[in-house]
Structures are given as C-alpha cells and as structure tokens.
C-alpha cells in the first residue's frame, strides 16, 4: 500500500520560510516522480515542485522557480520541500505525490491528471 504522509506546515510571516516533509512507503522509491502539489481557496491545484527520484531532475512552475526547492533522501524515503520568500498568495494547502517515471511523458511533470498517489495535505498559510 501506497502511503505518502506529509509534516511541516504551518503559520509564517511573509518573507519567512517553512520546510515540507513527505514520509513516503509502499513502492520502489527510486523509480517514481515525487514532490509537492498545492491548492488555495477556490482554485485548482498547481504542481509546484517535482524531483525524479532516479536522476535529481527538478521541476518548478515560473511562480515559485527561485523560492521553492524540492530534494528526497531515497535511502530515508523522504521528500521535502523548502520554501523562502513565502508570500500570502502562497497560502495553500500542500501535498505531497507520487507516480512511477515511466508513466509520465516530458512536459507533464507538473500536470495533477498524471500524479496516482497524493498524501492527506498540510496546510501553509503565510500571513502578510
């Protein structure tokens, strides 16, 4: 069984920084895309930062690219995401995702459609 379980989140000034962590178990770590989606009120989630868990490969979208900054630790299983300069608009709650490398073609690394395995969320809220 698949099981991503997120840490991490909280309350933080704007300008402050916060630091994610996803304990992942149930499958073979080094052969999955994994990382960090998010989802603030009333719009759609946004793929915010991913990591091939086989080759260190990063994604990030233009509004966190500079700020955000995905890594895992496959010996631990872990995912986190640090994020600097936290905005209000970053407000969110956030989760964490996984799929196999295989099934996910280049360019849709950040596409929510593609991710099979999702953690329950933690919530981010950055105050201004």
């Known amino acids: 069984e698949v099981r991503l379980v997120e840490s991490g989140g909280g309350l933080v000034r704007a300008g402050g920084s916060l630091r994610l962590s996803c304990a992942a178990s149930g499958f073979p770590f080094d052969e999955f895309f994994v990382g960090w989606f998010r989802q603030a009120p009333g719009k759609e989630r946004e793929g915010v930062a991913i990591i091939s868990s086989s080759d260190g490969t990063t994604y990030y979208p233009k509004s966190v690219k500079g700020r955000f900054t995905v890594s895992s630790d496959s010996a631990k299983n872990m995912v986190y995401l640090k994020m600097d300069s936290l905005k209000p608009e970053d407000t969110a709650v956030y989760y964490c995702?996984?799929?196999?490398?295989?099934?996910?073609?280049?360019?849709?690394?950040?596409?929510?459609?593609?991710?099979?395995?999702w953690g329950q969320g933690t919530q981010v809220t950055v105050s201004s």
């Open positions: 995702v996984a799929n196999e490398i295989d099934e996910i073609l280049g360019g849709q690394e950040l596409q929510e459609g593609h991710y099979d395995y």
